[in-house]
């Protein structure tokens, strides 16, 4: 099993950033590949950004192209997901999701493991 943990989530103004974290515990192999998903209302929930076991590969959702960035550090099995030149639209609950076992990255079904969510609102 995996616990997952969010933190860093908080209000802003649009233009702002914040850095997310997510702390996983548990099996080494559910964390090789970690992604971070965010759902707003009236939305389904969405997948923002993902990151593989060495981080050297990184995949992210158009909507969020050059303003975030995924990291991983993986002797404190932690992933984060800085954000940047934030708007509006970036406001959601955030997300961390771990254990990938089919699917596309970008797909909520895929994951096994998932954080309680740590909440980002951007004003306008």
């Known amino acids: 099993q995996v616990l997952l943990v969010e933190s860093g989530g908080g209000s802003v103004p649009a233009g702002g950033s914040l850095r997310l974290s997510c702390a996983a515990s548990g099996s080494t192999d559910s964390n090789k590949f970690m992604a971070w998903f965010r759902h707003a209302p009236g939305k389904e929930r969405e997948g923002v950004a993902a990151i593989s076991t060495a981080g050297s590969s990184t995949y992210y959702a158009d909507s969020v192209k050059g303003r975030f960035t995924i990291t991983r550090d993986s002797a404190k099995n932690t992933v984060y997901l800085q954000m940047n030149s934030l708007k509006p639209e970036d406001t959601a609950m955030y997300y961390c999701?771990?254990?990938?076992?089919?699917?596309?990255?970008?797909?909520?079904?895929?994951?096994?493991?998932w954080g309680q969510g740590t909440q980002v609102t951007v004003s306008s």
């Open positions: 999701a771990a254990g990938l076992r089919f699917g596309r990255w970008n797909e909520q079904g895929a994951f096994t493991y």
